[in-house]
């Protein structure tokens, strides 16, 4: 078992470009998240999707669009990049009201 | 609105000492507290969590105890080792039950052997 996985591992982009990050976990989990990890402000939520075909806004939404692509896969987008986006992203998983498992990590800088 | 204060932001402590985390909550309807932990370039994982149908919750040198009526919980670690050094993280579900989080701002922890 993978367990959460997460492409890209690093990424630099220019304000305004675009990109997606790939989230994918293997433990059969009806919820996935994204969240964005800032120095000295810990962990909040971007999106989550409680289950396939589900998706719902967390803390800080603004500036990114998520697709839950099927019970797998659970994708971040930024349209259009901004120096405020530079950030760790962490997309996790759970059954329910249970344990998230996070994946390793996506660290995004926006020049 | 929905907020998780975690105190302290640093703590240092010698090995063998115990170490207790705090944090409050801001939403009384909030019933599930779990505590990650996250190594230096690591991804946050659950060390222990707490519902708020129990008071206390202990595994072996980790403890958790939660107070509703003061909307505070904390987070106990005995005889610390260096390999507990790390940064902790509290959190509380504000959704009832869609397990929506909100994060404390994290402790970093040192244990200085």
């Known amino acids: 078992n993978a367990g959460v996985t997460q492409t890209p591992k690093f990424q630099v982009l220019k304000t305004g470009q675009s990109m997606t990050l790939q989230c994918a976990q293997d433990m059969n989990h009806n919820s996935m998240y994204w969240y964005r990890q800032d120095p000295g402000m810990g962990l909040r939520l971007i999106y989550y999707?409680?289950?396939?075909?589900?998706?719902d806004k967390g803390e800080v939404p603004n500036g990114y669009n998520v697709s839950r692509l099927n019970k797998r896969e659970f994708s971040l987008r930024l349209e259009s990049a901004a120096p405020s986006q530079t950030s760790v992203y962490f997309c996790a998983s759970s059954e329910g009201f249970n344990e998230q498992f996070f994946g390793p990590g996506t660290r995004l800088t926006v020049l | 609105g929905e907020n998780v204060e975690q105190h302290p932001s640093t703590l240092s402590v010698q090995e063998g000492d115990s170490a207790v985390i705090k944090c409050t909550y801001s939403?009384?309807?909030?019933?599930?507290f779990p505590w990650y932990k996250q190594e230096l370039g690591k991804r946050p994982q659950l060390i222990i969590d707490i519902r708020s149908n129990v008071g206390e919750k202990k595994d072996q040198r980790i403890a958790v105890t939660l107070n509703k009526t003061a909307k505070h919980f904390s987070l106990h670690i005995t005889e610390t080792q260096p390999e507990d050094s790390a940064v902790y993280f509290c959190?509380?579900?504000?959704?009832?039950?869609?397990?929506?989080?909100?994060f404390g701002a994290g402790t970093r922890l040192a244990v200085h052997p």
């Open positions: 999707s409680a289950s396939e075909g589900t998706t």
């Open positions: 939403d009384s309807a909030s019933n599930y």
């Open positions: 959190a509380a579900d504000f959704s009832g039950g869609y397990n929506k989080l909100i």
